[in-house]
């Protein structure tokens, strides 16, 4: 077990490699400077936060339909570790100590998984999609309907 995890750190399989590729162009997609001009997203630590949150379940979408059972998993389990990886790397560059760390990841968890849960759950409903995307992205600011619906479809044309 141990081997396998310290062989695994030197020589990561196809799967993290790709995860970690993936996540890397979830987070420059993020940065397009789209979301927050045009798209009228708030550009704060909250707004990037959720536009990443955004792509990732954008790029699960896309790994859902398009490989086998197996790699499926894995791949989407690599690319959700690699998002946690970055995120408690993050917090720790801004001088969040260890005794706050845990707080802080339960935080980011449960605003994880309830965006990707809202999201799966009003993907093929586009009145329902843009209701969420309003909800999350915007946070307390209330988007114009242009902006909403920029952004709404940038999600439904997202690349494949």
Do not use: W
Not at 50 to 65: G, P, T
Not at 130 to 154: C, F, I, M
């Amino acid at each position: 077990m141990i081997l396998a995890k310290i062989a695994d750190f030197f020589s990561p399989s196809e799967e993290k490699k790709q995860a970690a590729e993936l996540y890397l162009a979830c987070v420059e997609r993020s940065r397009n400077s789209f979301f927050y001009e045009q798209g009228g997203v708030p550009d704060t630590l909250d707004g990037r936060f959720d536009v990443i949150v955004l792509h990732i379940f954008l790029e699960l979408q896309k790994i859902r339909q398009n490989k086998d059972k197996h790699q499926k998993t894995s791949l989407e389990r690599a690319l959700v570790e690699n998002f946690f990886a970055d995120m408690d790397r993050n917090l720790r560059e801004i001088g969040i100590s260890d005794t706050g760390m845990t707080y802080r990841m339960k935080d980011i968890a449960s605003a994880f998984y309830g965006r990707l849960h809202a999201y799966s759950e009003s993907f093929a409903d586009k009145n329902a999609l843009k209701e969420v995307l309003k909800r999350n992205l915007y946070g307390s600011n209330t988007p114009d309907d242009a902006q909403l619906l920029a952004v709404l479809e940038k999600v439904i044309t997202y690349p494949s």
